[in-house]
């Protein structure tokens, strides 16, 4: 079966603009959860959407959004860019919500700032 | 404040010996810890997983080990393959919300 797919691969964008993400995950799976990982921080949680509600969020400021259809492909968005938001941004699904299941990782979005 | 720390940066093993990559956690009401391996420019995959009510986990090469009174987890490759060179991740929480050590880069040598 198809994994995650994560569109577009590579993006250049200027400061002050906004992006927006896509993640497709695996047909049946609910659960998408967004990371952004940099060099020096590793892998951080953003937010994790089940069944188009955002469930869990982590540290990040309010430039970070995302949504989720009711097909469960999210999106995220960031406004405002910044030059430290340069990083790989990942997805990952999983099956259910209530409960902890494997998570299986898209190949990444690399959004460069400049 | 890390919630999970690999504290070795690097780890350099020769080619069919046994690799041990280490992982410590601070958050004792963690219950689902597990490790991903990335090579450069594509995203993690999943490689192990162990629950909390277990102490060990086999996949072939590949064995994880839970110590739960230190809060520590290892993950051992034996034999280990240059193939295998890569960085390692370890993460820990639960509820799909789950927090990630910086990585081990290994360099298996021929």
């Known amino acids: 079966k198809a994994g995650v797919t994560q569109t577009p691969r590579y993006l250049i964008k200027t400061r002050g603009q906004q992006v927006t993400l896509s993640c497709s995950p695996i047909?049946?799976?609910?659960?998408v959860s967004w990371y952004q990982q940099t060099p020096g921080q590793g892998l951080q949680f953003l937010f994790e959407?089940?069944?188009?509600?955002?469930?869990n969020k982590g540290n990040f400021p309010g430039r970070f959004s995302g949504r989720q259809f009711s097909n469960s492909r999210s999106e995220m968005n960031v406004s405002t860019l910044e030059l430290g938001d340069s990083a790989l941004y990942l997805c990952?699904?999983?099956?259910?919500?209530?409960?902890?299941?494997?998570?299986?990782f898209g190949q990444g979005t690399r959004l460069t700032v400049v | 404040d890390q919630q999970v720390k690999q504290n070795s940066p690097s780890l350099s093993v020769q080619e069919g010996r046994i690799s041990i990559l280490n992982c410590d956690y601070t958050?004792?009401?963690?219950?689902?810890f597990l490790w991903y391996k990335k090579y450069p420019a594509e995203g993690p995959t999943f490689l192990i997983s162990?629950?909390?009510?277990?102490d060990k986990n086999e996949d072939g090469r590949f064995t994880v080990f839970l110590n739960k009174s230190a809060k520590h987890l290892s993950l051992h490759i034996v034999p280990s393959q240059p193939g295998d060179s890569a960085v390692y991740f370890c993460?820990?929480?639960?509820?799909?919300?789950?927090?990630f050590g910086s990585g081990t880069k290994l360099n298996v040598k021929p």
């Open positions: 990952a699904s999983s099956l259910e919500g209530d409960r902890y299941t494997e998570a299986f």
């Open positions: 047909s049946g799976h609910r659960s």
């Open positions: 959407y089940f069944s188009e509600t955002q469930r």
């Open positions: 958050n004792s009401m963690f219950d689902y």
């Open positions: 162990i629950s909390s009510i277990k």
């Open positions: 993460a820990a929480g639960n509820f799909n919300k789950f927090y």
